[in-house]
């Protein structure tokens, strides 16, 4: 959540310029005139709220995605693949959840509860390929803001 549970968790800096102007501006924070120890509790702040950003437009392009793409979703968990397995049943599911699956003593496929042949899994590297690149294509499509501010913090 963007907004912390905390009063603390926001440096009084941030709040003095909140509670000053509707949107803060660089200029209204007076870098210049602030101490070593605000300046820290701001930068750490930013990257904190950087950080909250970007898990938020992920979760969003997640979302999208998955509404999109029914076969980058895990049948058992309901979300993307991170790492997705094809199973005996030929259907692709997130490795942690089919491990767990078939950790419980279950030989039958979550999808279509028919007997599994093995309880092997394989990586699906090419789904797993196919996802990466429709969430960079999703990125890059995302504000330009959003994506000079990814750029710099890879650098």
Avoid at 23 to 51: C, K, M, N, Y
Avoid at 96 to 117: D, F, V
Wanted: with cysteine.
């Amino acid at each position: 959540q963007l907004t912390p549970k905390r009063v603390d968790a926001i440096p009084p800096i941030a709040i003095d310029v909140h509670q000053s102007s509707a949107i803060p501006t660089v200029e209204s924070f007076h870098i210049e005139d602030r101490s070593d120890e605000e300046l820290g509790q701001l930068a750490q702040f930013a990257s904190r709220l950087r950080d909250a950003a970007d898990a938020e437009i992920d979760r969003r392009i997640c979302d999208a995605l998955a509404h999109e793409h029914d076969e980058y979703v895990c049948p058992i968990t309901q979300a993307i693949m991170t790492d997705p397995v094809c199973a005996a049943d030929g259907h692709s599911y997130e490795r942690s959840a089919i491990e767990r699956w078939l950790g419980e003593g279950n030989s039958r496929s979550p999808k279509t509860n028919l007997q599994l042949a093995h309880m092997h899994i394989t990586p699906n590297h090419a789904l797993l390929k196919t996802i990466r690149g429709a969430m960079e294509e999703a990125r890059e499509a995302w504000p330009q803001p959003v994506r000079r501010v990814r750029a710099r913090r890879n650098m």
